[in-house]
């Protein structure tokens, strides 16, 4: 299993160099002028433009661009083109928020997921799985930042229940745990979302196939109760599902994260990514998307690695 | 199938799903961890373990609303953008000169007409040749690292921005470049720019090469730091030195904590020399989608919206009818459609008239704008003392259009759009993510008269720089800025002058008028000469006015702003906001 997982990490050097690479020439192949877009240009010559461009050395072959973009960013050097401070700094500030909106959305999508898809199995084809199943199919319609602006009427603007934006108030450092969570239940309950109807349907269906199984009938038959039978024996043989979702949500939660940190104000990656991209600052968008392709790499060995253990019928070596 | 229940190692699993749902609750907790390090400087500590009652959710809006703002005197207000640097003299972005209002002042402010009056300085005289300002400073002023504003800083601000390094403000020296001297430092000729002189403290002198006619209003009311800061600061490298995200002025507002995405916090400078400001704190938010600014008002996250997205004009009729706000509107900007000069297709002015005469520019004012904006035929502000609008105008005109287009030769084809030598009458507008459907209001107006325009939208970045700036367009939807300069000259000069426009407009008679805008210091004589090249600019029509979109900028009642003709000028009064009871 060590060596497994140490091939699997060797591996991902080559990976993330090409993604580097991908990633570079895309966006130095998208039309823009990061210097145009930094300074007020309107009022200078095409000399005194070069000028700019060439003093960001925006003007150097492209390999060497490349190349100086990446020495810098492997020594921890690299600077964002616009805000003029470490690209890994800002990553780094921005990270807690959407780790925690992540962790905390992975979470209630795992339990709620969990919890609607058994209930759904166990009730299939009964008014209780008719309304859960308009539910998902509304979770997973319903785009995440309509979702988030609807709380924020509902809940922060009419009844005043919940902060409508940031992750404390404006102008002061995030508090303790407890003071950030309530800034912290719409962005998850929009986030989450799809996540939990998407899982619902996956637990409900891996349940109903395995419900029907003969290890559960004579689970059923050598007289364990119920709850024993569901938990025990139907459940844990549909958890192979549940794990190889959470292999692909890694970037569904990154992905989801741009769009509902920019709803509700927070200053994580998503909204550091957006940014980037639309300011054209090439550094800032190399280590958010190395950044992100590192955490997918790892995301899915993880769940590799959890198949074996969860179903033991699958073996590394 | 195998049966998994009778699995002979299930005790392992067993463990490792234990094992997993501690590790991802410790992943939880760790993740909430860092994001909390440290109790904010403002809030009273407390006692651990006291019972988290500010964060039970009903109690809410008083932690994040009215209780903060009404106690301790602080303002939230929201902004859709953040600076990139706050060094004046590298960076001329709006977002530079917005903020740039709290922290720093000039040896001149803009009046309400955008006359310049005095700032550091107290009063200047002028040469009566025009060529020399004697500018007498207040003294006793004090920059917020505590020392004394004197002519020695003036001098050093002025010559960080002609510096030769200093690539970057090289749009900035434009206005400094009449200045006798100026010259030979920006070329690294000289060692400090010649024409600068200080007599004394409390005294600087300026000599000019030429007569420079905005120079009181724009050039002295450029940003004034202490030279101290930037000794042993290389001018290529202003953006990446502290300075830039830590700026220290003479304004009433200190620049006390910069949190990137997230807040910009000022505090009062108590020493302000013109009175200590009536706010302790202001806090700029940043919100990146200005859809949800109706809801921070209204949960009182924020008491202002201004600057950058305030309110829209679709939310204008509700906040109006709630007592809890006050709206106040400015135009600010002016939209527009730049026609390519040299081509073919658009060199007959008729051609570019008859395009004018075929929109109806008043209906987009009231349909897309609903009404909050106007047709401003102008490249000024109408704040300004200078603001006029040219005699020739094209008023709505099917007809004439159809007519004018006809005599220049172009004739409907059999599918109705215009042709000429078998040639249809067809072009691209090309405009950036504009959060309005005026071009596409444009393009059916156009089609009325048998003109087929396409739309192509393009993302800001890729507009501006590699599309737009490298001249690229045949006809380009853009805006102009035009209520955030203190004088008409800025906008001018980039956007229309024959040798830096992007369209190819060139008529050497309205360059000879734009020359002669500068080069008078009298207030009538420029107005005129505005009025001049205004009507110049409007017979030739090298683009078309669209229409003047007003900022609407929604406050808390409780908020009192003083009464200007410009949002731009709010700012530079912030010293009077303030709450009452």
């Known amino acids: ?317 | 199938m195998t049966a998994f229940a009778d699995d002979p190692q299930p005790v392992s699993r067993r463990r490792f799903l234990r094992a997993a749902l501690g590790a991802s609750s410790l992943v939880l907790l760790a993740a909430c961890g860092p994001a909390a390090p440290t109790v904010a400087p403002t809030q009273p500590a407390k006692p651990a373990g006291a019972p988290p009652t500010s964060v039970a959710p009903t109690t809410v809006p008083a932690s994040t609303g009215s209780g903060v703002a009404a106690g301790s005197k602080q303002l939230v207000m929201s902004s859709s953008t953040e600076p990139f640097s706050m060094n004046p003299f590298s960076s001329a972005v709006s977002q530079t000169i917005y903020y740039g209002q709290f922290v720093f002042d000039g040896l001149t402010r803009p009046d309400d007409q955008l006359r310049p009056t005095p700032s550091l300085a107290e009063s200047w005289t002028i040469d009566p040749d025009g060529l020399g300002y004697t500018f007498k400073l207040r003294r006793g002023v004090k920059f917020h690292d505590g020392s004394e504003l004197v002519a020695a800083d003036v001098k050093k601000s002025w010559e960080m921005i002609a510096h030769p390094d200093n690539k970057t403000g090289a749009q900035l020296y434009g206005f400094f470049s009449r200045v006798a001297g100026a010259d030979a430092y920006n070329k690294g000729e000289a060692k400090e720019i010649a024409g600068v002189t200080t007599p004394d403290d409390y005294t600087v002198r300026v000599k000019m090469a030429s007569v420079y006619g905005p120079f009181l209003a724009l050039s002295a009311f450029q940003p004034i730091l202490p030279r101290s800061a930037y000794d042993g600061v290389a001018p290529a490298e202003f953006d990446k030195h502290p300075t830039a995200r830590q700026p220290v002025g003479t304004g009433p507002f200190k620049w006390v904590e910069w949190k990137n995405q997230d807040f910009i916090a000022l505090e009062a400078h108590k020493e302000y020399w013109g009175g200590a400001p009536k706010l302790d704190r202001i806090v700029i938010k940043t919100v990146p989608d200005a859809t949800t600014i109706p809801s921070l008002l209204r949960s009182n996250t924020i008491q202002l919206a201004g600057i950058y997205a305030g309110v829209s004009a679709t939310d204008y009729d509700e906040f109006s009818k709630d007592p809890n706000f006050t709206l106040s509107e400015f135009p600010g900007t002016n939209w527009y459609i730049e026609f390519r000069y040299d081509d073919p297709l658009f060199s007959d002015v008729n051609v570019r008239r008859a395009l004018i005469h075929a929109v109806d520019r008043e209906a987009i004012v009231k349909d897309v704008l609903l009404g909050h904006g106007q047709v401003n035929d102008a490249p000024i502000i109408p704040a300004s003392w200078a603001h006029v609008q040219p005699k020739t105008r094209y008023e709505y005109d099917t007809a004439k259009a159809k007519q004018l287009l006809s005599a220049a030769g172009w004739t409907p084809g059999p599918d109705g759009v215009l042709a000429k030598n078998g040639e249809p009458f067809k072009f691209e507008l090309t405009t950036f993510m504009l959060p309005s459907t005026y071009p596409e209001i444009v393009q059916q107006m156009w089609k009325q008269v048998g003109v087929d325009a396409t739309i192509n939208r393009m993302d800001f970045g890729a507009f501006w720089g590699p599309q737009y700036l490298a001249r690229k367009l045949r006809v380009a939807g853009l805006h102009v800025l035009t209520g955030i300069y203190t004088d008409p000259e800025y906008p001018l000069g980039g956007y229309f002058f024959s040798r830096l426009n992007r369209n190819g407009y060139n008529n050497p008679k309205t360059d000879e008028l734009y020359f002669a805008t500068q080069s008078s210091l009298d207030e009538t004589t420029r107005k005129q000469r505005y009025a001049d090249y205004v009507e110049q600019l409007s017979q030739d029509a090298p683009h078309m006015w669209v229409a003047s979109p007003n900022e609407i900028w929604a406050r808390s009642t409780r908020l009192k702003l003083p009464n200007t003709r410009l949002g731009f000028l709010l700012l530079t009064n912030v010293k009077d906001w303030e709450f009452t009871a």
């Not at chain 1, 958010?288 to 033991?312: E, H, K, M, R, T």
């Open chain 1, 1 to 317: 299993m060590g060596r497994y997982i140490l091939k699997r990490l060797l591996e991902s050097v080559p990976v993330l160099a090409g993604i580097s690479i991908i990633t570079f020439l895309v966006i130095r192949l998208a039309p823009g002028d990061p210097a145009a877009l930094l300074y007020d240009m309107s009022q200078l010559s095409p000399q005194q433009q070069e000028a700019i461009r060439r003093a960001m050395g925006l003007e150097d072959p492209l390999w060497v661009q490349y190349g100086s973009l990446m020495g810098s960013l492997l020594t921890g050097q690299l600077l964002s083109m616009r805000l003029h401070v470490p690209t890994l700094q800002l990553v780094a500030d921005a990270a807690p928020v959407t780790l925690t909106l992540a962790a905390l959305t992975l979470f209630v999508g795992i339990v709620l997921g969990l919890a609607f898809g058994v209930w759904s199995a166990l009730r299939a084809n009964t008014v209780t799985d008719d309304v859960l199943t308009v539910g998902t199919l509304l979770g997973l319609s319903l785009p995440q930042f309509w979702v988030g602006l609807m709380l924020v009427y509902f809940l922060a603007e009419t009844l005043r229940w919940l902060p409508a934006a940031g992750i404390a108030p404006p102008g002061q450092a995030p508090g303790g745990p407890l003071e950030i969570l309530p800034y912290l239940i719409m962005p998850t309950v929009a986030l989450s979302s799809g996540i939990v109807a998407a899982m619902t349907r996956y637990v409900r269906s891996g349940m109903l196939e395995t419900l029907g199984q003969d290890f559960v009938r004579t689970a059923r038959a050598k007289g364990l109760s119920e709850q024993a039978v569901v938990l025990g024996h139907a459940l844990r043989h549909s958890l192979i599902t549940v794990v190889s979702l959470l292999g692909v949500l890694i970037p569904i939660l990154l992905g989801g994260a741009v769009v509902v940190e920019n709803v509700f104000a927070l200053p994580g990656i998503g909204q550091l990514a957006v940014n980037a991209a639309m300011g054209r600052d090439y550094p800032v968008v190399m280590t958010v998307n190395l950044i992100a392709a590192g955490l997918v790499i790892v995301s899915n060995l993880a769940a590799d690695v959890a198949y074996g253990v969860v179903d033991p019928r699958i073996r590394y070596s």
